[in-house]
């Protein structure tokens, strides 16, 4: 069965976001490559160009997502986060984005393309100096630091290679130190 009927079959033949009947195509949501139905929705033409602008989106249409949101399709639930987080200056999509849940990959997935992060969101991992730090990096302790669980001391001076940063939390990075993964503050190294 080729995408675009298995897409017709699964969405009723009708836009998954919107609810439309007409001038349906299928949509890869990037960065998937399209080649399962499960890497693309079947949307409109009037959904298809507001994704595909980023200026001068029609708000109003966007209130289909009230529905569509609860799609248990992955591919869906993707472009819908990804239009109600481009949306969320308005108010109301930021109601619905309180709501919306998305399983880890799913949410990985929405945010492959950085729509909707506001550099204001972004988490940025500084050093005691201020210094942005970059998953890979290597750092110096700066400071006496009791390991805990693991009973030994990371002594002033140590240094902790090929960090990897802790994506929720701006405060914490992790590295070995002794041959055991701890998480380090970052306030507690230097670049």
């Given at each position: 069965?080729?995408?675009?009927?298995?897409?017709?079959?699964?969405?009723?033949?009708?836009?998954?976001?919107?609810?439309?009947?007409?001038?349906?195509?299928?949509?890869?949501?990037?960065?998937?490559?399209?080649?399962?139905?499960?890497?693309?929705?079947?949307?409109?033409?009037?959904?298809?160009?507001?994704?595909?602008?980023?200026?001068?989106?029609?708000?109003?249409?966007?209130?289909?997502?009230?529905?569509?949101?609860?799609?248990?399709?992955?591919?869906?639930q993707v472009l819908a986060w990804r239009m109600?987080?481009?949306?969320?200056?308005?108010?109301?999509?930021?109601?619905?984005?309180?709501?919306?849940?998305?399983?880890?990959?799913?949410?990985?997935?929405?945010?492959?393309?950085?729509?909707?992060?506001?550099?204001?969101?972004?988490?940025?991992?500084?050093?005691?100096?201020?210094?942005?730090?970059?998953a890979g990096d290597s750092v110096?302790?700066?400071?006496?630091?009791?390991?805990?669980?693991?009973?030994?001391?990371?002594?002033?001076?140590?240094?902790?290679?090929?960090?990897?940063?802790?994506?929720?939390?701006?405060?914490?990075?992790?590295?070995?130190?002794?041959?055991?993964?701890?998480?380090?503050?970052?306030?507690?190294?230097?670049?």
């Amino acid at each position: 069965m080729s995408i675009e009927k298995e897409l017709q079959k699964r969405s009723d033949s009708k836009c998954e976001l919107c609810s439309a009947a007409n001038n349906l195509a299928p949509y890869t949501v990037e960065p998937k490559s399209g080649d399962h139905a499960e890497e693309c929705a079947y949307l409109c033409d009037v959904c298809q160009s507001q994704i595909n602008r980023t200026t001068e989106v029609d708000t109003n249409h966007w209130r289909c997502l009230n529905d569509s949101m609860w799609n248990t399709n992955p591919a869906v639930q993707v472009l819908a986060w990804r239009m109600l987080s481009r949306l969320k200056g308005e108010g109301w999509p930021q109601d619905l984005l309180d709501m919306l849940y998305l399983d880890e990959s799913t949410a990985s997935w929405a945010r492959a393309t950085d729509e909707g992060e506001d550099e204001a969101d972004k988490i940025i991992h500084k050093d005691s100096n201020g210094a942005t730090l970059e998953a890979g990096d290597s750092v110096v302790l700066i400071k006496d630091l009791n390991v805990k669980g693991a009973n030994f001391t990371a002594k002033r001076g140590t240094a902790v290679r090929n960090i990897s940063l802790v994506y929720d939390n701006a405060e914490q990075i992790e590295g070995k130190v002794n041959g055991q993964q701890i998480v380090i503050l970052t306030k507690f190294v230097k670049k």
